[in-house]
């Protein structure tokens, strides 16, 4: 689809964001769960869900969790408040740069993913004991539900639109203005430039213009080949350890699906399948077939490929279910000598996976794809 008209709504969408905005506040603040066993209980915080994996010696694991789940939501809505407040109240202040960073962040904010991930660390213990959701966990429902219908009620071409070049300085125009000879879009914002402007900054939002994105094909190679090798150990190291009555169990990836199978947890079961072990194999499979389809100059399926490419772009950061449910697990867990669950080596080479496969999305460039096809057409029809 290359443009349905505007919806033209600013409100809507600054309302839902605030709302958003103001359920995180309780939902960091407040225990998500509590669970109660052998007469002691504890409590599971956002913040401490990202301690507890730091504390159990892995720094890495923890700061990525606090990121995804704490910091760039903040950072995101913040951005989002300030582009449409701005637009509704008649302010213009670098709205174009913030909200083209919106863009850059969105795959990173993932309030949804973490409350899945919630879901399936709940179900799990829900099936060895007593667990409660607490006021921060219902918050952290309310906060990502609304995030989500705020997402469906933003219309980026309204605001690009409110922001036409026309209000940016005539003079950022000079020379960027699509006069004579090719024109390019910018990858953000899509305000139409002539090519002589590759190489500056977008008048409207700030983003370099480029015509393809630089050395695209030998950087999605070297991620993709990295996360082929790392998906090894993520599948065959544990994930999780469970130290029960001084009896430890190793699950890797793949036995706590079947886990979840074994407590009759089915469709949970389906869902971590997919999201941790099938959904990186799409992605990797997928970015290969792209670069090889590349660098042989084919022209079959590439709006297939095209459209494969914007799907892995989209699901890519659902891999994370996985990582979220053993943080909560690790921070709820820890019974002393009773119950104790630590997080394990391949947690690490897995969250390498997702983010590296996320990285490779960002880099490639779909359009080498059409130029590879109509470079070998050219050269057929001489
Ligand atoms: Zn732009």
């Known amino acids: 689809m290359l443009a349905s008209s505007a ?41 401490s869900s990202a301690s507890a994996l730091w504390r159990d010696g892995f720094p890495s694991l923890g700061l990525l969790v606090a990121a995804f789940s704490i910091a760039l939501p903040y950072v995101y809505l913040g951005l989002l408040i300030w582009v449409l407040g701005n637009l509704h109240f008649g302010g213009r202040r670098s709205v174009g740069p913030a909200f083209r960073w919106t863009k850059h962040l969105r795959p990173w904010v993932m309030i949804e993913v973490y409350l899945v991930g919630c879901f399936v660390s709940y179900s799990r213990i829900k099936a060895i004991s007593t667990v409660t959701v607490a006021v921060g966990g219902y918050s952290l429902v309310a906060a990502g539900l609304i995030f989500l219908v705020a997402l469906t009620q933003l219309d980026e071409r309204t605001v690009w639109e409110m922001l036409r070049p026309g209000s940016v300085a005539r003079n950022d125009l000079q020379g960027i203005a699509p006069a004579h000879g090719r024109s390019m879009s910018c990858t953000i914002c899509d305000l139409i430039v002539g090519q002589a402007a590759a190489g500056q900054h977008c008048p409207r939002c700030g983003a370099t213009l480029r015509l393809r994105k630089a050395r695209s094909t030998q950087r999605t190679l070297a991620f993709v080949l990295a996360g082929y090798l ?82 892995i772009d989209a699901i890519g950061r659902w891999s994370n279910i996985d990582i979220f449910s053993v943080s909560v697990l690790v921070a709820l867990l820890q019974f002393g000598s009773l119950t104790a669950v630590h997080a394990g080596g391949g947690l690490v080479a897995f969250a390498a996976v997702v983010i590296i496969t996320m990285l490779a999305t960002v880099v490639f460039d779909p359009r080498l794809m059409w130029d590879a096809s109509a470079r070998s057409r050219a050269l057929a029809k001489r």
């Open 7 to 47: 919806t033209g709504r600013v409100g809507a969408p600054l309302a839902l964001a605030s709302a958003a905005l103001l359920f995180l506040i309780p939902a960091t603040v407040a225990p998500l769960m509590l669970v109660s066993t052998y007469g002691a209980s504890r409590e599971a915080w956002l913040p």
């Open 230 to 311: 790392l998906y090894i150990p993520a599948n065959t190291l544990p994930v999780l350890t469970t130290v029960q009555f001084g009896r430890e169990e190793h699950n890797t990836i793949l036995s706590g699906v079947f886990e979840l199978i074994r407590n009759d947890l089915w469709p949970l079961a389906i869902i971590v399948f997919t999201a941790s072990i099938v959904l990186p194999l799409i992605k990797l499979f997928g970015l290969t077939w792209m670069l090889a389809a590349t660098r042989l100059g084919s022209d079959r399926f590439l709006v297939a490929r095209t459209r494969l490419y914007r799907s």
